[in-house]
């Protein structure tokens, strides 16, 4: 009866061992390392010789997902999506680049969100209007006196996702600005 007991406490522990090790390992990085860890996630192996700036940080609501807006080497605006874990590190779950402003759809634990990143150096742009070209779904956000933006609002429980975005950038007499990119 012992020798059971002892069998099924082995197996409960290698289990509870097992599942600690699964969810701690994937969520490495630290504050410290946050910018090298994510030039070695865009530049690879060619890490060594580039580098990134990260711009701004922001913590999606209450989640764990976290967006970094960071700089190219080249200048492109780039963003990732990171996840904290219970050990308080993080991991990359997705990263992109493209036009100086963009939207993306995030998943976390809480639903989706929809977000707006990107670059106002020039302050031109005083709000953003996004407005989903698939689904009744549409946001504003006032990125005035910003230089570089983090937007985001929680999608209906009713949306997997609002993408593709029309994205309408207007000035601070509410004029709509033409955009290049």
């Known amino acids: 009866m012992k020798k059971r007991w002892f069998i099924v406490f082995v197996f409960v522990l290698l289990f509870f061992l097992s599942y600690a090790i699964a969810t701690y390992l994937p969520y490495q990085i630290d ?16 890490a060594d010789s580039k580098s990134i700036e990260i711009l701004r940080t922001t913590q999606v609501d209450h989640t764990s997902s976290h967006i970094i807006l960071f700089e190219l080497e080249s200048g492109e605006i780039a963003f990732a999506h990171m996840m904290q874990g219970w050990n308080g590190k993080f991991k990359i779950v997705e990263s992109g680049w493209g ?3 963009t939207y993306r759809d ?7 969100y929809g977000v707006i990143y ?4 020039n302050l031109e742009i005083d709000s953003i209007r996004a407005d989903s070209l698939e689904v009744s779904f549409g946001f504003s956000a006032d990125v005035s006196n910003e230089l570089y933006f983090i937007k985001y609002t929680k999608l209906p429980a009713s949306i997997q996702t609002a993408f593709p975005m029309e994205l ?3 000035d601070n007499n509410d004029r709509e600005i033409d955009r290049v990119n």
Do not use: F, H, M
């Open 31 to 46: 504050n410290v390392t946050l910018q090298q860890d994510l030039t070695e996630w865009v530049y690879k192996e060619q």
């Open 99 to 101: 036009p100086a402003i």
């Open 106 to 112: 995030i998943q976390t634990k809480s639903g989706g």
């Open 118 to 121: 990107g670059d106002n150096s």
């Open 168 to 170: 309408r950038l207007y």
